[in-house]
Structures are given as C-alpha cells and as structure tokens.
C-alpha cells in the first residue's frame, strides 16, 4: 500500500530550520531523529515557505495532506502519532505526558517568545534582522513587529504589565519645555532617560530568568512521573525552546542561571542531549517551494483575497 504523504511547511533557512521558531526546529528533531524509526504511516516532505498565508491560523509549522492542514507541534505530532500502536498501557500515564506537552507549548514557549521578541538585545541584534533572510519585502519589517506586540499581549500572564511601543516611544519623547534648554541638560534628560530604560529591562529581563527556572522545575517533576525511559515529545519541544534560548545574544545570562538554579550535572546532560539533536543527520526529503508556496508579494495579496471570497 502506497504511502500518502505529507507537506510540512516549517520557518527555515538553508535548508535549517529557523531559531525564531522553537515549534519547527522540534518537530524538525522529532522527525529526522524519532519518528522516522517507527512504523510511519506517511511519506512526509519538508518545505522552508516562511508563509504563514499558507496556514488557517496564519501559524507555522503547517502539516498539508491533500485539504486537510494541521497546524502547530502539538497538532501534527498528534495526528502522526494516532495510528502507531502506544506502548503506554496507563491511560494515566498517557494524560500526564499529554497535559506535559501542551504545558511545554505554552508556557514555555511564550517565554521563549519574550527571549526573541521583547529582550531588547536579542530582538534588535538577531529576532528582526533575521526576519529580513527569511522574508520577502515588505513583509520582513511588519512582521517581527506583529510577533513583538502578539508577545506582549502572551507575557504578562507570567511577567505582569509590559510597556507597548506607543508607551516606550512616549517616555522617550522630548517635552516642549526642554527644547530651550542648553544641549548639557538635553544630554543629562536623555542619558536619565536611558538609564531608566535600561533598569527597566534588567527588571523584565530578571523576571523572565525567574519564571523560567521556574516552570522548568516543574516540568521536571511532571516528567519524572511520566514514567517514560524513551524520548517523548514534551522533551523535544522542551529542547527545542531551551536550544534556542541558548542560542540568541543574550544566551550566556541564561545559561549561568539555568545551571545555578537546576544544578550543574542537569544542565551538562541537557547540553549535551541539544548537542545530540543539532547534529541529526537530515532523512525527511527537503524541497524549495513553489511560486505558490513562497510567501512574496503577489501570493500574499492573493491569498489575503481568497480568505475573504
């Protein structure tokens, strides 16, 4: 019996997948290193489009199987995983390692976001300059602004009220009263200015580092009972966000507090299991997209306009 297969759109570059996507770069490592060494069900193909048009909540990665399209890491693992035979016999074993994966998805994954979207050093050094490789213009420059205030909005559940541009933009601004004065009170105006800014982000930077040793001693705990020697994929996708966190500019303060709050030996086996998963040899095929596929101006005004028909 032929195998049906499946296009999984992923955000990617040179035929990688990209760090401002910790879902791809899982589900990358869930298919070239684990998946790919069970009864699969499907012939399965890999696609860097960077098109989010492509999928119906405009999210990727994004698994297309004739017109059936699935969306994000949870989803897809799921529908390739419902026809392979479990080996967990304890139902409630199998809720726990659910319930762990869906915790991983959003908790950890929205600190994640703070990392590449509102870290004021990675979002400028690396998040919106790498959205100019992976995007066409002018879909580069709204974009990252997009995912910055979509980040926002996810972060103050964990880390209170954030400032939006508007506001940050306002605080900077330059009152009418100080434009007459001399150009030392200006500089001293601008430089209390900065300060406070850069306390402010020490501060949101501080809690972020708190939340998540936080969220990751309880991940750790859920899966010690989990009950599972295997590789499941909570753990890939708790990889994923933690490898990309220690890849942004601003990795080395993340690395001294994970290792200082979760221990030392922990944190050397974790490096060395993202060592193991950035290193998978590629088995799923890769494909450039087509014309169809790629996320340039033309498709993205024809498919803004087929949404609506």
């Known amino acids: 019996m032929a195998l049906e297969r499946c296009t999984i759109h992923m955000w990617g570059l040179e035929e990688k997948p990209s760090l401002i996507s910790p879902e791809s770069i899982g589900l990358y490592w869930f298919l070239n290193g684990y998946y790919s060494k069970l009864q699969v069900a499907h012939e399965i193909e890999f696609v860097f489009s960077n098109n989010t048009d492509l999928s119906p909540n405009e999210e990727l990665p994004l698994l297309v ?20 035979t479990s080996e967990i016999d304890d139902k409630g074993t199998a809720l726990l390692q659910s319930s762990l994966l869906q915790y991983t998805s959003s908790d950890l994954t929205v600190l994640t976001n703070y990392q590449l979207y509102l870290n004021k050093e990675n979002y400028e050094t690396f998040t919106r300059r790498h959205f100019c490789r992976l995007l066409y213009w002018p879909m580069w420059y709204n974009t990252p602004l997009h995912y910055r205030a979509v980040a926002r909005e996810r972060c103050e559940d964990l880390l209170g009220y954030l400032p939006s541009e508007e506001e940050e933009a306002l605080s900077g601004s330059t ?34 580092l708190n939340k998540l040793s936080e969220h990751l001693k309880v991940w750790i705990q859920v899966r010690e009972r989990a009950m599972s020697e295997k590789v499941i994929p909570a753990d890939l996708l708790m990889w994923a966000n933690i490898y990309v966190q220690l890849q942004l500019p601003d990795k080395d303060k993340v690395a001294t507090h994970l290792s200082q709050t979760l221990g030392s030996d922990f944190f050397a086996t974790l490096q060395k299991q993202l060592d193991l998963c950035s290193h998978f040899e590629p088995i799923i095929p890769f494909r450039e997209p087509t014309f169809q596929e790629q996320g340039n101006a033309i498709m993205s005004i024809y498919n803004k306009g087929a949404k609506y028909l």
């Open 65 to 84: 199987l004739g017109d059936n399209k699935i969306s994000g890491f949870v989803n897809i693992v799921d529908y390739l995983m419902q026809d392979l």
């Open 175 to 208: 009152e009418p009263s100080e434009l007459a004065q001399s150009k030392t009170f200006k500089v001293t105006q601008q430089n209390k200015r900065k300060g406070k800014e850069e306390l402010q982000n020490a501060k949101f930077n501080m809690q972020y």
